[in-house]
């Protein structure tokens, strides 16, 4: 069981909004405008975290972008995934090992 290191209390307006603890935000170095995750565990206790920033990469924003255009452009062109296809793409990834949260490589950045 984790220990308290901070405890503190705020009160909840008739909007149900609240303003967050200034102890709170100085222990989590939260911000103006930045988010807040909540996680409510099975026992009813609250555990609350500072979202962390993700840069958005341009090239696949615009790549995704690209994407969205041409399938409303070009719906024709949607095919399903069919049984054939899913066994190739299979095979082609079956002895494929890959470690998501493996360093990259000088080579790889």
Do not use: C, W
Not at 86 to 108: G, K, Y
């Amino acid at each position: 069981m984790a220990s308290t290191t901070l405890e503190t209390e705020s009160t909840l307006t008739e909007r149900f909004q609240t303003t967050v603890p200034s102890s709170v935000r100085r222990a989590l170095h939260l911000g103006k405008k930045d988010k807040i995750r909540y996680v409510i565990q099975a026992d009813g206790n609250v555990l609350m975290t500072k979202v962390e920033k993700t840069e958005d990469d341009p090239v696949m924003n615009k790549f995704l972008s690209f994407l969205a255009n041409d399938m409303q452009q070009h719906p024709e062109n949607l095919q399903q995934l069919t049984a054939n296809m899913r066994n190739t793409v299979q095979s082609l990834i079956e002895n494929v090992e890959l470690d998501l949260d493996a360093p990259l490589s000088d080579e790889d950045e």
